[in-house]
């Protein structure tokens, strides 16, 4: 089991459900920076005619997790399928791994005195198969699933779309894949020259390898 | 007075009321009292803040203390940690005591091997005011983590964080400089003078461990500008802590060696040292701001922090102690020079700290820098201004310098000037 999330990020309409579904089924701590989840936007203009991307976005529980690695009680581990998790308990704030977070996912929950971050709602999805924020996506732009079963729809998905990752380049092998816009206009606006298009094809066998190598840390 | 000798140690004989109740002592206690109070006030914040969640509000929707959560979750800020800002004056604290007091560990050992006879004579006393600072930096950073939850460190520990990699070191580092100071107190001078070597390596391995576990945190982070960008950083936090250090040198001979005949000759070295690492640190600014990206220099110098930059840092560490060491004088030259480089040190700092984080904080797709361009947004910076109990621990952390040195001296008469045998 590897389990990742795909963002077809064109359909996102900025609702803000995903956030509190969120928010309601792990009962995260309220407050504006205490998210797990969140619909960012990115404004500017081409030619003095303004657009606004929504990019939906989450931690991207890499395959080679800098927010793990910086732990020094292990209160970030891997779970089975490659979830990254914080064990309340063990956590002594010293604040490594939200510095070291590419994607800035993660915050001081109050109400345990710890770190917490997107779980992918593990505890949830082997009696429903899906995150509450996919649920609750009124546009389907989330899409949860396991890399490694074939006919999952999120591999399905990946293998007819082409895709991208955010801040690729720091090598944490993110598994959000934001698929690539149908829409020419809106790819155009919304990808950078410099990024990275990836099929399922390009991309399999890296993760394959690095699921690999890590999954042995994988606790159940 | 009458000595005890234990291990070749000659430990004086003091009552105990002499031992704890001494003014000095008494100073150190009112600190550690105000950082009582501090550890006090951030464990009500971290534990008792009004606080609530999806779950609560629907189980006591007409909870008074909810609502209070609610509106508080809305209109203000919420717990002890914001996370634009996780890293705050404590930290600051922690990097200044550590730097510092290694500092003056490395220069001490440095002039015992460069035969400076003064220095070495004087070695003890400046030793302890190194080693007690690292205790002081290492008290700091114990009350900003959770110490309900340290057993961890030990019960499920990850050698491979970068975290872990300090204990060994100061599992070393410390027992070395104590035995140094050992060496030292039992005359032991030639291999005092054999030491010297590992402690200045150790010294700088402190330094460039620390630097690299915190550039290791902050290097993932783009939003972390000043950290993953400034050039030759290392030397900087090394440069500036050797200028800090002499500060410390130069207070603690005034405090300890001001009726001394030495007394001159000691502030007259500190004085040229502390000119050279003023200089090297002035230049090391000059250079790094023109090589940094301007965007971010421009940050910094003309930013919301320029204020701080200009009249706490550069005039503090730099042009007043400049202007007050760099012809020879009086020693209460030198000795203002020392009270400003302390205080421009921990300003610069708490720079640091905060300053790292002074283009657009949030690294989040599109809610922070990415959401504009680069750097469009940098008026409007999130700045966090420390809890008080943050600057009450800072303060009290000095008492904890104070009381390990009083207490080293009472005991074993560090502050006396040592002949060589």
């Given at each position: ?220 | ?73 809305i209109f203000g800020t919420v717990g002890e940690i914001d996370k634009t800002q996780p890293w705050t004056i404590l930290i600051a604290n922690y990097m200044y005591m550590i730097y510092t007091g290694s500092g ?318």
């Amino acid at each position: 089991m590897n389990y990742a999330m795909a963002l077809d990020y064109q359909n996102c309409i900025n609702c803000k459900a995903c956030e509190v579904a969120c928010k309601e089924e792990n009962g995260v701590q309220l407050g504006a920076e205490k998210q797990r989840i969140w619909v960012g936007m990115v404004e500017g203009t081409i030619f003095g005619k303004p657009f606004a991307n929504i990019y939906p976005s989450q931690c991207n529980h890499c395959l080679d997790a800098p927010c793990v690695s910086v732990c020094p009680t292990k209160a970030s581990h891997y779970v089975l399928g490659g979830i990254v998790k914080v064990n309340a308990k063990q956590c002594i704030l010293c604040k490594g791994c939200l510095e070291a977070c590419p994607y800035d996912a993660r915050f001081i929950d109050d109400t345990k005195v710890a770190v917490d971050k997107c779980t992918f709602c593990d505890h949830r999805f082997a009696e429903t198969g899906t995150t509450a924020c996919q649920a609750t996506c009124p546009t389907k732009v989330r899409t949860f699933g396991d890399l490694d079963e074939e006919n999952s729809d999120l591999v399905v998905l990946l293998k007819t779309r082409r895709f991208f990752f955010q801040k690729e380049s720091i090598g944490t092998l993110p598994k959000l894949f934001y698929l690539l816009p149908e829409d020419e206009a809106y790819a155009k606006q919304s990808v950078a020259h410099s990024t990275n298009i990836y099929t399922w094809k390009d991309i399999k066998p890296l993760y394959d390898q690095a699921r690999n190598k890590r999954s042995k840390e994988w606790r159940r | 007075m009458e000595k005890i000798t234990f291990a070749g140690v000659e430990i004086n004989r003091i009552s105990f009321s002499r031992l704890f109740f001494r003014k000095t002592m008494l100073l150190a206690y009112a600190l550690l009292a105000i950082a009582v109070f501090g550890i006090y006030e951030i464990f009500d914040l971290r534990y008792f803040s009004l606080v609530t969640n999806a779950h609560d509000a629907g189980l006591n929707p007409t909870d008074p203390a909810m609502k209070a959560a609610m509106k508080q979750a809305i209109f203000g800020t919420v717990g002890e940690i914001d996370k634009t800002q996780p890293w705050t004056i404590l930290i600051a604290n922690y990097m200044y005591m550590i730097y510092t007091g290694s500092g003056v560990i490395f220069l001490v050992a440095l002039a015992e091997m460069m035969k400076f006879n003064l220095v070495a004579k004087a070695a003890a006393g400046f030793m302890v005011a190194g080693i007690a600072m690292i205790f002081a930096g290492l008290f700091t950073i114990a009350t900003d983590l959770n110490m309900l939850n340290m057993h961890w460190m030990l019960l499920t520990p990850n050698f491979n964080s970068a975290m872990w990699l300090m204990l060994p070191l100061y599992c070393i580092y410390i027992p070395f400089v104590l035995f140094e100071i050992y060496l030292i107190l039992t005359n032991n001078r030639a291999w005092a003078k054999r030491l010297a070597m590992p402690i200045l390596i150790l010294s700088l391995g402190v330094d460039l461990v620390e630097y690299y576990i915190q550039a290791k945190l902050f290097s993932m982070n783009t939003a972390r500008h000043l950290w993953t960008e400034f050039p030759a950083l290392t030397f900087y936090f090394i440069i500036s802590a050797f200028v800090s250090s002499l500060g410390v040198m130069g207070i603690n001979s005034f405090l300890v060696h001001r009726e001394k005949p030495e007394y001159e000759s000691l502030m007259d070295l500190i004085r040229r040292s502390m000119l050279f690492f003023v200089f090297i640190l002035g230049l090391y600014e000059i250079i790094g701001y023109m090589t940094v990206d301007k965007d971010w220099a421009f940050l910094i110098l003309f930013g919301p922090f320029s204020y701080l930059y200009f009249v706490g840092y550069i005039f503090l560490t730099l042009a007043l102690p400049f202007l007050f060491i760099v012809k020879p004088g009086k020693p209460i030259f030198t000795v203002l020079a020392s009270i400003c480089v302390l205080i421009g040190g921990f300003v610069g700092r708490y720079l640091f700290v905060y300053g790292g984080n002074a283009n657009p904080m949030s690294n989040r797709f599109g809610t922070g820098y990415e959401r504009y361009d680069y750097y469009s947004i940098t008026k409007a910076f999130n700045y966090m201004t420390p809890h008080l109990g943050e600057i009450l621990v800072v303060i009290g952390s000095i008492g904890v310098a104070i009381m390990i040195y009083k207490l080293f001296d009472s005991l074993f008469s560090v502050g006396d000037l040592r002949e060589h045998h």
